[in-house]
C-alpha cells in the first residue's frame, strides 16, 4: 500500500489532499481538457437566500452554454474514496448531459436574446425573500412585494435551463423593471397557471391508505411546481376560496414552489408562524425558503398582505 492510500481504496495514489488542494487539482484537470486559452476560476457562486456554493466557472469561446461544476460534495466524495480523476469524469459527464439537454431546449442565437420582442414571451417571475437578497438583488431588476422580491428570468425550453435578468440587460434592451414586471406577469397567466387543490388530495396521493378528516387546508402553486409561490401575484383562486368560506384567509409560504392557504384565525396565528418557522429550519434546505412571515388575503381589500413580522 502507498503512503496516503487507504484501505479498500484502490487506485488512490497520491498523498490525501486538503481541499484548497483538491479544488486545484480540479482546475488543472480542466486546463489539461479545454486548453490554456480556457478562462477556468474557482469561486463562491452566489444563490438563494445568500447561501453560496464552491464551484468552478470554464469560459470557452467554442462553448454557448458554461453551467458551473459545483465542488460541494466532490471533495467528500474525494475523502469517502473516490479518485480525484473519477470524479472529474463524473463531473464532465454531468455538465455535458446539461449542455445537450439546454442545447436540445434552445438553439440559442445571441442576436435573438439582444432582441426583446423576442425575449419577452419567454419572460417569467419568482419571488424571493427580500432581507436574505440584498447583495443578490443589487444586480438585478425586482419590483418589492411585501417582505419579498419579484425577480425575472429567461425560461430555456421546458424549463430546462434559464437566464437571470440582470441590469446589463436593462441597458442592453433599453427596458425597465415595470416593463418586464408587465410582460412576465402576462406570461405567468397564459403560459404559468396557477393551481389549487386540497391538501388532503396531497395527502391521499401519497398515503393511498389515509382515512382522516379533511382539513381545511389548500395548496396553491402553478402547473410545472416550480416556483409556484409566485401564483399569489396573479390569481384569483386565492379569492374564489374566500369568498366560499366566507373568511380572510392565512397564507404560510412552505417554500419558493407553494404556499398553504387556511381560514384565518387569530388565536392560532402564533401557531402558523411558528410552523413556518420550523419547517423553514428542519425541513427546507436554505436556498428553498421563502419567508418565516406569514400573510393575510383580505377579502375587504381583495389583497395579500403581510400580517405582522416573525
Known sequence: ???????????????????????????GLLRERFGETAQISVQDILKNNGVTRRGIRVVTEEERFTPVLYLDTAYERYLAGETAGEIFEGLMEHNDSQIREMETAWDFQPEQFADYSYVKEYLRLRLVNYGKNTE??????????????????YEIGDGQAQIQISNRHLVLWGKTAEILHRDAMENMKNSVPDEMFPLSDLIRRNVPFWMGEAPPIHVLTNSTGRYGAAAMLYTGKIRELADSTGTDLVILPSSLHEVLLVPDLEEKRQTYRETVGGVNRTVLEPEEVLSDNIYRYSREKDAVELLGAA
Do not use: C, H, Q
Request: glycine share 6%.
Open 136 to 153: 443578490l438583488l443589487r444586480d438585478m431588476p425586482y419590483a418589492r412585494w411585501n417582505d419579498l422580491a419579484v425577480i425575472f428570468y
Open 1 to 27: 500500500m502507498t503512503a496516503g492510500e487507504r484501505p479498500g481504496e484502490p487506485g488512490r495514489e497520491e498523498e490525501v489532499m486538503e481541499s484548497k488542494e483538491f479544488e486545484e487539482k480540479m482546475a
